[in-house]
């Protein structure tokens, strides 16, 4: 596609089920980032992927959020045993080189 | 010192007015910074970007302008209007496998 996509755009789920977010970059782009904005807050940074390696996985905010990318394209983040506090729209961006392009977002909302 | 919640400082201008928002990086080594828009209920939305080998550039109504020496980005929106109510973000680009690093955004509210 033209733009980065981002599956499914709301998801509701009850608290302590697992969930998993789906990000398609730009084909192409090497770096893809995900990041967390909850309602009328900023950008909080989550994982970088370069190609398939993660080399900053600093922003995971518990062992209970992971992300994978495969093939340097498709990435998922899981996040296991979901909380309320976990409710946030998560974003993926992908660059090649400095610019990013980001998705409309996964509305994660945990009831 | 640095802040830890991410509740986003708001800037209210009158329509018509000049904005102003700023931004504050942290590498000297960054080599390359952007300006994201972003409106309720999308993604961040690129710009206006700079690289550090300027001090200015312009755009349509809009000027980045870097001060290396202090490590300070700012973004000046001329005759605001309506539709530039939305979070405004920077980012760096530190090179390598740093990648992007953003800003905690500003918020900036349009008055009639």
């Known amino acids: 596609g033209a733009g980065v996509s981002q599956s499914p755009s709301n998801k509701v789920t009850e608290k302590g089920k697992d969930v998993e977010l789906r990000c398609d970059p730009i084909s192409g782009h090497t770096a893809l980032y995900w990041y967390r904005q909850s309602l009328g807050q900023g950008l909080e940074f989550l994982i970088y992927f370069q190609g398939n390696s993660a080399p900053d996985k600093s922003g995971l905010p518990s062992d209970r959020f992971s992300a994978e990318r495969t093939g340097g394209s498709v990435s998922t983040l899981t996040i296991q045993r979901t909380q309320q506090e976990d409710s946030a729209v998560y974003l993926c961006?992908?660059?090649?080189?400095?610019?990013?392009?980001f998705g409309q977002g996964t509305r994660l909302t945990v009831v | 010192g640095e802040s830890v919640g991410l509740h986003l400082p708001t800037l209210s201008v009158q329509e018509g007015d000049n904005s102003i928002i700023n931004c504050a990086y942290s590498?000297?080594?960054?080599?390359?910074f952007i300006w994201y828009k972003q409106e309720s209920g999308k993604g961040p939305q690129f710009i206006i970007d700079?690289?550090?080998?300027?001090d200015k550039r312009q755009g349509q109504r809009v000027t980045v302008l870097l001060n290396k020496t202090v490590k300070h980005l700012s973004l000046q929106i001329a005759a605001t209007q309506p539709g530039d109510s939305a979070v405004y973000f920077c980012a760096e680009n530190k090179g390598g496998a740093d990648g992007l690093t953003f800003g905690k955004g500003t918020h900036l509210i349009i008055q009639p």
């Open positions: 590498n000297s080594a960054s080599d390359y």
């Open positions: 700079i690289r550090s080998n300027m």
């Open positions: 961006a992908s660059s090649f080189g400095a610019e990013a392009f």
